[in-house]
C-alpha cells in the first residue's frame, strides 16, 4: 500500500486546505469545539452542510450522476482528513451517508429524483428509526408493523434512541411487513414524513443533561407504498448494507488525531500540582504515546479499508474494526481530558449550548467546561452503530473466520 500522496492529490490537498481557509467560519469551528454531543445542534452543522453545497463538495461521497463529486476514494480521505485538522464539524451522516446510498443503490429513479437534491440541499433532515425498546443488538427482532392498505402501509410501533428526531422532518425506519415469515424476511424499508399526525418525539436526555436521542412513537402513520425502498422484505439486505456504511463510512483517525493534539497543547498550560505542567508528567506523556500509537494504527487500517474500495471491493466487516477501535480511543482521549483539568473538569454544566454569545461562563477554561459532559456523552461510542461486543462477534466470524 502506498500512503505518498501523487503530485495530483498533494495539489487537491492544497486545494482544500486554501477552501477551509477561507470559507469555513470561524463561529462554526467554535460550535463544533464547544458541543459535548455525539453530532453538532444543525445551527452548527446545517451552516457547514450549506458552504459545502454552494461549492459543491457536500455529496463528497456520493457519485457524480446523483449530485456528488464523484472523488476517488483517496480524494475523500484527504477531504475528511483535511476537515478534521481545520476543526470542522463533522458532517450530519443520517442523510448524507447512511440513507442517501441506500436510495441510490435500492431507490428506483423517481425516489432518487426526488430525494436525494433534498439531502444536499437541507430540504431534509433525516433520522435513523432502527432500534426499539426489544430490539437493538438483536434488530431483526423489531416489532414495529407495518400493515399494507391498498397503496400505502399503516404503521404502530416505536422506535428508541433516534437521534435528533425532534430536528428531522423524515425517517428511515425499518418495520415488520410479515411475521409468518423468518423474522429477517419479515422486514421492509420505509421512509417515514414526520410532519403528520400520529408521529410523537419524546426526549431522552443523556447521562450528560443532553437532548440528543429520543423515542418515537407511531400511531396509525401513513406511508405511501411508493415510498418504500426495495421490495418488500428486502429491509434486512439494505439495513447490512447501511449498517456497513454506518460503522465505516468515515475516516476516525484525523479526528480523533486533532482532538489528541488540542489536549497535549492544553496540557502545556495546565498545572500538575507540583509546580510543573501536565505536559512533563510521565504518566500523562505515557498515556497520550500509548492513544497517538492508537491512532496511527487505526488510520492504517482505515487506509487499507479505502485501498480495498479504491481497488472496487466493498468496505466489508472489517469496518466493524475500525468502529471498535475508533469508540475505545474516542472514550481513552475524552478521559484523558477529564483527568488533564482535575477537580474544575468534573464540573458538569446544565445549560446548553456551550457556544454562542449566551454561553455559560465556564469554572476556569472551556476545556475543562467541556471535558465531563463530552466524556460522559462519548460513553455512548461503545453502544451505538452496534456495540463493542456485536462488533467483536463480527470480527471473531467475518473477519478471523472463528
Ligand atoms: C447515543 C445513542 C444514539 C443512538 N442513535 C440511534 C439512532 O439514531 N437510531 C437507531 O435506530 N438506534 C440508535 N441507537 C441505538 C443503538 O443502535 C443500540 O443502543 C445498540 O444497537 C444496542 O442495543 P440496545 O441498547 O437495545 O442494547 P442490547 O442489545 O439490549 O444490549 C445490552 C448489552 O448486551 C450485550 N449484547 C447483546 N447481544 C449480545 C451478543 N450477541 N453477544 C455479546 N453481547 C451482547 C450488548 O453488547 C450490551 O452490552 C443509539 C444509541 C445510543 C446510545
Excluded at 170 to 191: E, H, P, W, Y
Amino acid at each position: 500500500m502506498d500512503i505518498d500522496l501523487s503530485p495530483e492529490e498533494a495539489a487537491f490537498r492544497d486545494e482544500v486546505r486554501a477552501f477551509l481557509a477561507k470559507e469555513l467560519p470561524d463561529d462554526v469551528v467554535q460550535g463544533a469545539a464547544r458541543s459535548p454531543t455525539v453530532f453538532v445542534e444543525p445551527d452548527i452543522g446545517q451552516r457547514w452542510n450549506a458552504v459545502l453545497h454552494k461549492k459543491g463538495w457536500l455529496g463528497y461521497q456520493w457519485p457524480k450522476e446523483c449530485g456528488g463529486t464523484g472523488w476517488s476514494p483517496v480524494q475523500r480521505y484527504i477531504f475528511e482528513k483535511e476537515c478534521a485538522l481545520a476543526g470542522a464539524p463533522n458532517l450530519t451522516v443520517l442523510g448524507l451517508k447512511l440513507v442517501a446510498p441506500v436510495i441510490w443503490t435500492f431507490g428506483n429513479e423517481a425516489q432518487k429524483r426526488f430525494y436525494l437534491p433534498r439531502i444536499l440541499s437541507g430540504e431534509d433532515y433525516w433520522c435513523q428509526g432502527f432500534s426499539e425498546p426489544g430490539a437493538g443488538s438483536d434488530l431483526a427482532s423489531l416489532q414495529c408493523r407495518a400493515v399494507r392498505d391498498g397503496d400505502r402501509y399503516v404503521l404502530n410501533g416505536s422506535k428508541i434512541w433516534t437521534t435528533h428526531a425532534h430536528h428531522a422532518n423524515r425517517m428511515f425506519c425499518l418495520v415488520r411487513t410479515n411475521s409468518d415469515v423468518k423474522k429477517q424476511a419479515g422486514i421492509s424499508f420505509l421512509l417515514v414524513d414526520m410532519n403528520q399526525p400520529g408521529i410523537s418525539v419524546r426526549p431522552i436526555l443523556t447521562v450528560a443533561g443532553d437532548h440528543e436521542v429520543n423515542q418515537v412513537f407511531l400511531e396509525d402513520v401513513i406511508v405511501p407504498v411508493e415510498d418504500r425502498i426495495g421490495d418488500e422484505g428486502q429491509g434486512w439486505t439494505i439495513a447490512k448494507f447501511l449498517l456497513e456504511n454506518e460503522r465505516g463510512g468515515s475516516c476516525h483517525a484525523p479526528k480523533l488525531s486533532y482532538d489528541l493534539e488540542q489536549l497535549e497543547k492544553a496540557a502545556e498550560s495546565e498545572s500538575d500540582g507540583r509546580g510543573g505542567v501536565q505536559a512533563d508528567d510521565t504518566d500523562w506523556k505515557r498515556r497520550v504515546a500509548k492513544a497517538r500509537l492508537g491512532i496511527q494504527a487505526l488510520d492504517m487500517i482505515e487506509l487499507r479499508i479505502i485501498s480495498r474500495i479504491a481497488n472496487g471491493s466493498s468496505p466489508g466487516p472489517q469496518t466493524s474494526l475500525t468502529k471498535l477501535i475508533a469508540s475505545n480511543l474516542r472514550q481513552e482521549i475524552d478521559l484523558l481530558a477529564v483527568d488533564l483539568y482535575g477537580v474544575v473538569g468534573l464540573q458538569l454544566e446544565a445549560q446548553r449550548p456551550l457556544y454562542g454569545n449566551s454561553s455559560p461562563e465556564p469554572v476556569r477554561s472551556r476545556g475543562a467546561q467541556l471535558a465531563a459532559p463530552r466524556y460522559l456523552n462519548s460513553l455512548a461510542w461503545t453502544i451505538f452503530g452496534g456495540t463493542n461486543e456485536v462488533q467483536s462477534n463480527i470480527i471473531a466470524k467475518s473477519v478471523l473466520g472463528l
